[in-house]
């Protein structure tokens, strides 16, 4: 059976798909994030409502305070980046969106292929098929907008990981999967992050480098989603103007090019990095109309808002494929300091 494989690789949560190196807690087997499950209530519902705070985490950290800006801001109310009574009196209407969904493993939630390591060489990445999970609980985290601490601290270290086992996740099942996607494999791709099909359809977006946000406003100028992300460092400054979103490459692949990357090694090679969630674009690129410069996904959800990009600006996976429902080609890009 397809999942036989997944048995001999590890049967539990916690040995089954350990995160990566650098995502791996201090003190690793003993030391499990603390989930809030108020505070995991609140970005369930942010998370629904469009205003990511990015990975969800039970835990209140500066990404979900700029979420908290952003729904305030959305409903006229004082922009506090707390959870104060006005902002509960704001979410109280959604509380049927409970923080924490028990769903049962299927083969296909489970199902591969998966890399067990990715080289950290752009050569090296050419040379593979695709740039796969690397396990299936890192899937599952990123399916469920969250890490795979989360959801062992959710769960157990025993939990097994197979079909037919009841696991706790985050609540960010979409609402509708009523998708009008042609291209089958983004189609699949949007469901398998649990983007809802339904998006506000955006008339501009504004990056704001001060708040560290990307907000999309409607043709009325009003703001109906925000997203934390990654834009600029010393080297590639996000470029200050007015841009336009050209076009969107679903599951595409990178060409790495060692001008354009900081801290690239004496004598590194071009090369063509193949797509997957773990491609350093992710899983969809908006190009814009400054050369080399696009609005992308990113292999390292966990990171957004607290690391340096080339210039770009980076989203979680999952917040890329929603903007990239909401735009279309044309749509002004607006970045300022």
């Given at each position: 059976m397809r999942w036989t494989t997944l048995v001999l690789v590890g049967t539990v949560l916690a040995g089954a798909a350990p995160p990566p190196p650098a995502a791996r807690p201090a003190g690793a087997a003993a030391a499990l994030p603390s989930v809030d499950r108020d505070i995991l209530h609140v970005q369930v519902i942010l998370d629904k409502l469009g205003f990511g705070p990015g990975v969800l985490t039970g835990r209140m950290n500066a990404v979900t305070k700029a979420a908290l800006r952003g729904f305030q801001e959305s409903r006229g109310l004082d922009t506090t980046g707390a959870i104060d009574?006005?902002?509960?009196?704001?979410?109280?209407?959604?509380?049927?969106?409970?923080?924490?969904?028990?769903?049962?493993?299927?083969?296909?939630?489970?199902?591969?292929?998966?890399?067990?390591?990715?080289?950290?060489?752009?050569?090296?990445?050419?040379?593979?098929?695709?740039?796969?999970?690397?396990?299936?609980?890192?899937?599952?985290?990123?399916?469920?907008?969250?890490?795979?601490?989360?959801?062992?601290?959710?769960?157990?270290?025993?939990?097994?990981?197979?079909?037919?086992?009841?696991?706790?996740?985050?609540?960010?099942?979409?609402?509708?999967?009523?998708?009008?996607?042609?291209?089958?494999?983004?189609?699949?791709?949007?469901?398998?992050?649990?983007?809802?099909?339904?998006?506000?359809?955006?008339?501009?977006?504004?990056?704001?480098?001060?708040?560290?946000?990307?907000?999309?406003?409607?043709?009325?100028?009003?703001?109906?989603?925000?997203?934390?992300?990654?834009?600029?460092?010393?080297?590639?400054?996000?470029?200050?103007?007015?841009?336009?979103?050209?076009?969107?490459?679903?599951?595409?692949?990178?060409?790495?090019?060692?001008?354009?990357?900081?801290?690239?090694?004496?004598?590194?090679k071009e090369a063509v990095v193949p797509p997957g969630p773990n491609n350093p674009v992710g899983v969809v690129w908006m190009d814009l109309s400054k050369e080399h410069y696009g609005i992308h996904g990113t292999s390292e959800p966990q990171n957004i808002g607290q690391t340096e990009s080339n210039g770009c600006i980076r989203l979680t996976n999952w917040d890329a494929a929603r903007l990239a429902l909401m735009i279309k080609p044309g749509t002004k890009a607006v970045f300022r300091a």
């Open positions: 009574a006005a902002t509960l009196r704001g979410l109280y209407q959604y509380r049927a969106w409970r923080p924490t969904k028990t769903i049962v493993l299927t083969p296909g939630m489970l199902a591969g292929p998966y890399l067990g390591t990715i080289p950290k060489d752009y050569e090296q990445q050419s040379k593979l098929p695709a740039l796969s999970y690397r396990s299936p609980l890192e899937k599952l985290a990123e399916m469920f907008h969250t890490t795979p601490q989360v959801l062992v601290a959710l769960n157990s270290r025993e939990t097994p990981l197979r079909p037919g086992t009841q696991v706790v996740f985050p609540n960010a099942l979409p609402v509708s999967r009523n998708y009008t996607i042609d291209d089958a494999k983004w189609r699949s791709t949007v469901a398998n992050l649990n983007v809802d099909a339904q998006q506000p359809a955006a008339d501009h977006v504004v990056v704001d480098e001060s708040e560290g946000v990307l907000k999309v406003f409607d043709k009325d100028d009003k703001l109906v989603a925000q997203f934390s992300a990654t834009m600029g460092s010393a080297k590639f400054p996000l470029p200050i103007g007015t841009w336009e979103i050209k076009g969107s490459a679903y599951n595409p692949d990178w060409k790495f090019d060692p001008d354009l990357i900081a801290n690239t090694k004496p004598g590194a």
